[in-house]
């Protein structure tokens, strides 16, 4: 079985991948690797090492301690991957020597609580979010949310903006959005905490999903897991199509596919209002960090082996936990990035097994 | 004399292995409390040297402003040292006369059959973790909160008055108020029992005297078992007050988390334990850990205020 698998992935790698061939099979049985970082992706990590482990007998501990963390840690080199949310631009790579690539792409979706209003019954753009989200619009019947909206008959209810309050890759991902599409937003800008002019702050995605079910009016951000997991009432968003779509896995998978990731040094690609009629605009992926050059040619090896194998069979357990997987494409773009990571002897750690 | 000698001689060894043992147990207990001095010395020094970019950076105006802006890299403490010092300080005047009347009815007039059972309770209650506090703060105690509280408030205050800005916020229960409340739960069992035990420590001839003497209860309680105790009750409500300060999970979750001063008693506010709980872990700027680690300072600070006032009040007592 082992044989078998370690065949598959060693096909794979030549296709993909350039250098020495003289690197020995497999990982041995039973290789422990450790990372650290974003918790967003924590649960699918998770569950590819159980089915690894299984399989493998590699060994995964994975700990999510948060996104800043991660790249605390990986900086450090205290762990074999860093995971975060926020991809590291080229410049501050290059610096520290890291290679980034994606691992799976998630989300973000506006969540309301309006009495009367079916899930999905109500259409938002950049420009009205983020009139919301600065104050500008308090009301849900103001005159730019029904222009929107027409036919649909919107409650006069005081709008209560809620955000997350702990700093979070979810966060980035919104004010990067409102950034990129609405020009207004610009003066509280993108991070992963800012200066939200208005609204409550719920500690993660159950904290603001607690605070906008508990208050009739609400308005808030979850990532798509959360919001598909718990079934929470979505708003269509308008994507840089002009289309009003709604935050399906398809949606997002469009997203990701309509992206040009060849003009992307580092992956450095947030998929904000990407192209596509059927494209979710504020889809983002999740990404993983490594040292260019790594100390421990196996450790090296046995990192880009756990997520060739979760490339190769780690989709339906993604679909599973309402994650999004990479496209193929994307996916021979990233096994095609790992020949920049090398041993200590200068070769490519996942370079072809045999 | 030769026999005093001999029994000299023969104590010698015995008593050589109890220096010995003496000297051993001095050097442990000197070297736990030295070692908790250094700890201490150890955290106050990490969290300056870490703080220490933001305090650079801003000077005094650290302490003062409350703006709060991690895409522009400002920052200042007023908020999150304003929300500290208020949900702790309504916390402690909800909890206070709770506990006391908790611990007297235990000691005085409880029956013997529920004393322990009530006792046993109020203890365990101090064992909760302060996650479920808040979970059960914001999914039960919030939407409860503002349908029986919050919301017969807001619209009973007359508009444009002052009181309308007081208790202006969002209805969903998440504010200053609710996190008081739940501070106030949290730390009620660990006073009233300590306040328990302190009532349990007046000499019962003292008591049964005054009730020999014709003293009511409320009499007996008020002239004689409280005056007793008041120098362990101060110690007791100040360690309480120490809880509320650092209180971190349980606030987080219903306090609403907004940066900036609170305006009125159902706001959103934010501690200086809930915002380091916040953004610690994402914060990757240098300006902004600075500001965390010095958020951390100044609640070391202020903590050591309060157990220094404590003990000024303690002295006094005594010596008054």
Redesign the interface.
Known sequence: MIRRTFLGLAATLALAACGGGDKPDAPASGAQISGAGATFPAPLYAKWAELQQAETGLQLNYQPIGSGGGIKQIKARTVAFGASDKPLKPEELGADGLAQFPAVIGGVVPIVNLPGIAPGGIRLDASALADIYLGKITRWNAPALTALNPGVALPNLPITVVHRSDGSGTTFLFTSYLTAAAPQWAQVGANDAVAWPVGQGGKGNDGVAAYVKQTPGAVGYVEYAFAKQNGMAHALLKNAAGQFVAPTAPAFAAAAAGADWSQAPGFYLLLLNQPGAEAWPITGATFILMHKTQANAATGKAVLGFFDWAFNKGDPAADDLAYVPLPADLKARVRASWAEIVGPDGKAVAGPAS | MTAAVAVIGEGRPRQARGVVLDRAFEWLCFGAASLLLTALAGVVISLTIGGWPALAKFGPAFFFSA??????EVYGAAGAVTGTLVTSALALLFALPLALGVAIFLVELCPARLRRTIGTAVELLAGIPSIVYGMWG??VF??WF?KHIQLPIMMSVEPGSIWERLTAG?????GILTASLILAIMILPFMAATLRELLLTVPSQVRESAYGLGSTTFEVVGKVSLPYIRTGAVGAVMLGLGRALGETMAV??II????GLPTSIFA?G?TIA?TI????????GVLHTGSLMALGLVLFIITFIVLALARLLIGKQVHG
Not at chain 2, 277 to 284: K, L, M, R, V
Request: hydrophobic letters at 45%; charged letters at 10%.
């Open positions: 703006e709060w802006d991690p895409v522009a914001l999914f919030a939407p503002v969002v209805p969903n229960g998440a987080t979750f609403g988390n907004a940066h959103s934010s809930s709980a916040n953004e610690f872990a994402e914060a990757s």
